[in-house]
């Protein structure tokens, strides 16, 4: 996929890609890609969910099934990622992360678009509040992106 941002926030998006080791996802997100093709474009895929969808695993693909608990699933993709970032997909997931203290940092962009439906980044926090350090702003074209360190509790 190709898609054409500003300098600043292309510069962004590479210092975040860039790092990466392996992503986390909830089966939501997983379904609504349709598997990335059987390989996420920024490393190993880890995708919690309760059941393995049908037709999966798949030969050669680098999407991983974890049945048990938000926890393995972190540790899975940390070790995956071996030393680099882990991405997190998907608001139930990120809230998951958040309630069990695995999220290190979050990142949130602010677009000129206002989207209508679909799950609420932080509507179901079972521990708030979460304190969040200050921010590093980028101002884009039409998007902030900003990036807050998560403070231990």
Not at 88 to 115: F, K, M, P
């Amino acid at each position: 996929m190709t898609f054409r941002v500003s300098e600043p926030s292309a510069e962004h998006l590479r210092a975040l890609t860039s790092g990466l080791g392996a992503v986390l996802a909830g089966r939501r997100t997983f379904e609504v890609a349709h598997g990335w093709g059987g390989n996420h474009a920024w490393g190993p895929a880890f995708v919690l969910t309760h059941h393995v969808p049908d037709g999966w695993p798949r030969p050669g693909s680098t999407v991983h099934f974890v049945t048990d608990g938000v926890e393995s699933a972190v540790a899975q993709a940390r070790a995956a990622a071996a030393g680099r970032s882990v991405a997190v997909h998907g608001a139930d997931t990120i809230q998951q992360c958040l309630d069990a203290g695995l999220l290190d940092e979050i990142n949130v962009d602010v677009a000129a678009v206002l989207l209508g439906s679909g799950v609420r980044l932080f509507d179901h926090l079972a521990t708030t509040p979460v304190v969040l350090g200050d921010p590093a702003v980028t101002p884009g074209v039409g998007v902030t992106h900003l990036r807050y360190p998560v403070r231990a509790a």
